[in-house]
């Protein structure tokens, strides 16, 4: 599981990345960006991967939790929000995630057990509205979104979520 010193450590590498292009002459447009690969807080928590396509976009995010992680792949629509650098954008997609077996330790009133928590796979859809802003001096974007999702795992049991998020990414 990536921890947050690697975490760290790839956003420095890829800050370098874009420095080193823009010392070689190369154009970085501060106003938009091609791709760009950050982290998102929230349910779905993990690292994140954009690539625009004009005006849509694809975007990947590797979840990570305590004993799980999950793919999800979102095609989104981008759209001006009236202020230079914000757009606003939707979409829709879907994810796969896989929680291996595991024990954990938990407390029932006094007493302390081990519980077995069975292995489950889970499929689902996956949709996508928020806001993004591109701060212009710098390669950075952040964005606040809501991604609501239903989901269906190998138990037969269902899911839905809001799953809202802030992310934050290196443009380049």
């Given at each position: 599981?990536?921890?947050?010193?690697?975490?760290?450590?790839?956003?420095?590498?890829?800050?370098?990345?874009?420095?080193?292009?823009?010392?070689?002459?190369?154009?970085?447009?501060?106003?938009?960006?091609q791709n760009a690969i950050g982290l998102?807080?929230?349910?779905?928590?993990?690292?994140?991967?954009?690539?625009?396509?004009?005006?849509?976009?694809?975007?990947?995010?590797?979840?990570?939790?305590?004993?799980?992680?999950?793919?999800?792949?979102?095609?989104?629509?981008?759209?001006?929000?009236?202020?230079?650098?914000?757009?606003?954008?939707?979409?829709?997609?879907?994810h796969i995630a896989v929680q291996p077996?595991?024990?954990?330790?938990?407390?029932?009133?006094?007493?302390?057990?081990?519980?077995?928590?069975?292995q489950g796979v889970a499929i689902g859809?996956?949709?996508?509205?928020?806001?993004?802003?591109?701060?212009?001096?710098?390669?950075?974007?952040?964005?606040?979104?809501?991604?609501?999702?239903?989901?269906?795992?190998?138990?037969?049991?269902?899911?839905?979520?809001?799953?809202?998020?802030?992310?934050?990414?290196?443009?380049?």
């Amino acid at each position: 599981m990536i921890n947050l010193k690697q975490t760290l450590i790839l956003c420095v590498m890829l800050s370098s990345i874009t420095a080193v292009k823009a010392q070689n002459g190369l154009a970085i447009n501060t106003n938009s960006y091609q791709n760009a690969i950050g982290l998102r807080a929230g349910p779905t928590s993990g690292l994140t991967f954009k690539h625009f396509m004009g005006n849509n976009a694809i975007e990947g995010i590797l979840g990570f939790w305590h004993s799980g992680f999950s793919l999800t792949g979102l095609y989104e629509v981008h759209a001006n929000a009236g202020l230079p650098g914000l757009k606003w954008y939707y979409g829709g997609g879907g994810h796969i995630a896989v929680q291996p077996s595991s024990y954990y330790y938990k407390q029932n009133r006094n007493d302390y057990y081990y519980r077995y928590r069975d292995q489950g796979v889970a499929i689902g859809v996956d949709g996508i509205v928020g806001l993004e802003y591109k701060i212009k001096p710098i390669p950075f974007a952040i964005s606040l979104d809501i991604k609501p999702l239903i989901e269906i795992n190998n138990h037969g049991g269902v899911f839905t979520g809001l799953d809202p998020g802030l992310g934050i990414k290196l443009t380049f």
